[in-house]
């Protein structure tokens, strides 16, 4: 277990439609990476937010944001979904900058 | 941003000793090199980090030539578990944003 929580676990939704996915870093962890992983693919890299800032920006699309919360859970909002946004979504959270990144088990999203 | 070069797939045996090798022929002077593994569904999980020469923890060693162009991660006696993809990574210890996964290696152990 490695201290980063997702919600939910799964889930399935229509193409066009709206959905938040939501992870909780490590007690103490400030930093917060998204990722993208679909079928047989590498982890694509979306954003990273820092204690309430978004700090990088990777190949996210315009539809999809994100966000931290003062109590640094963070949110990823995807948007006008497309069949091919189908994909397992992981989170990561840094205690320290450039550290050892911390996963969470992901939320597997499928769009129909 | 330092780029990474890995092989994309490699096959061995179980209880022999496997070396994956990766390129990083950018590496900046601040940059550090970081292994992780991933299963299948699973979020990848910190393996090994160094900045030169050798480290060693409880499941892999790392070597890092003198000038650091690329490194190779070693796993001793692997078994059938050790199935996964391992990932290099070069990042900057100072400033995090420049850590980015690539596409990995897919390690296969065989029986």
């Known amino acids: 277990d490695s201290g980063v929580t997702q919600t939910p676990k799964h889930l399935i939704t229509a193409t066009g439609q709206r959905v938040t996915l939501r992870c909780s870093p490590r007690?103490?962890?400030?930093?917060v990476y998204w990722y993208q992983q679909s079928l047989d693919q590498g982890l694509q890299f979306l954003i990273q937010?820092?204690?309430?800032?978004?700090?990088a920006k990777g190949n996210i699309l315009e539809r999809f944001s994100a966000q931290q919360f003062p109590d640094l859970h963070s949110e990823l909002n995807l948007s006008s979904l497309e069949l091919g946004d189908s994909a397992l979504y992981f989170c990561?959270?840094?205690?320290?900058?450039?550290?050892?990144?911390?996963f969470g088990p992901g939320t597997r999203l499928t769009v129909l | 941003l330092a780029k990474t070069t890995q092989p994309i797939s490699m096959d061995s045996y179980e209880g022999q000793e496997v070396n994956i090798t990766c390129s990083h022929n950018?590496?900046?002077?601040?940059?550090?090199i970081t292994w992780y593994q991933q299963f299948p569904s699973q979020g990848p999980r910190f393996i090994i980090q160094g900045y030169k020469t050798k480290v060693t923890n409880e499941v892999a060693s790392l070597f890092i030539p003198a000038d650091r162009k690329s490194s190779t991660l070693s796993l001793p006696r692997v078994s059938l578990s050790d199935t996964a993809v391992y990932y290099c990574l070069v990042g900057d210890m100072e400033r995090d944003d420049k850590i980015i996964f690539g596409k990995g290696t897919r390690l296969h152990i065989l029986p």
């Open positions: 937010y820092y204690n309430g800032e978004e700090r």
């Open positions: 950018n590496i900046a002077t601040n940059d550090y």
């Open positions: 990561a959270s840094t205690r320290l900058a450039g550290g050892e990144q911390y």
């Open positions: 007690s103490g962890d400030l930093s």
